[in-house]
């Protein structure tokens, strides 16, 4: 069923939700597909017209987790928060050792709590473009992960590593909503 009841991410208050907070930063989250059969996609971004653009090219019923960066930030939940000029010199990443070891730690608490633990990094390369990981510990996105923050690692670079099993909870979204159909409406469920 669906529905024109239910949060949408073209709703002009949540268009101004995610431009406002793109004047603080990034915006990065999972871009879940409506009964497409597969996985998420770790989506970020710096600017608002590739934002709305990417979301008008999503299949209706998409559903989007979204997070401020700079709100994490301000909340200092993010397990690493790295610009190329603040690096340490030599290492060829933007993840120093102590950084690593901290999301490592993090990441090796499904161990403890019996909670899978998952990250979301974001890393820019200079340029407005951002590229998203989202791995855990074992997962077959760990490499690009460390690619990643290596890759990020020149002039211009930055990197951020979000606590996802943290933050993937009600109150710490910036927007949780769904990519409505040309009737303006969503999906009320639906299989992600």
């Not at 791995?135 to 606590?163: K, M």
Request: negative net charge; charged residues 20%.
């Amino acid at each position: 069923m669906w529905t024109t009841a239910a949060p949408s991410l073209l709703a002009e208050e949540n268009l101004k939700l995610v431009r406002s907070a793109l004047d603080e930063g990034w915006v990065c989250g999972i871009h879940l597909h409506y009964c497409a059969g597969c996985g998420g996609d770790a989506v970020a971004f710096s600017d608002y017209a590739v934002y709305h653009e990417y979301v008008r090219q999503a299949r209706p019923g998409d559903l989007f987790l979204l997070w401020s960066v700079g709100d994490l930030r301000k909340k200092n939940m993010l397990l690493v928060d790295s610009r190329y000029d603040a690096a340490q010199p030599g290492t060829g990443s933007l993840l120093s050792p102590d950084d690593l070891r901290r999301v490592e730690d993090y990441l090796a608490g499904s161990a403890t709590n019996g909670v899978a633990c998952e990250i979301l990094a974001a890393g820019s390369f200079g340029t407005g473009l951002l590229e998203a990981r989202w791995t855990d510990f074992d997962g077959s996105e760990w490499e690009p992960f460390l690619s990643l923050a290596q890759r990020a690692s020149i002039p211009g670079g930055a990197l951020c590593v979000l606590p996802l099993t943290t933050i993937d909870v009600p109150g710490q979204y910036l927007l949780e909503a769904k990519r409505p159909n040309e009737k303006g409406e969503v999906p009320l469920g639906g299989a992600y």
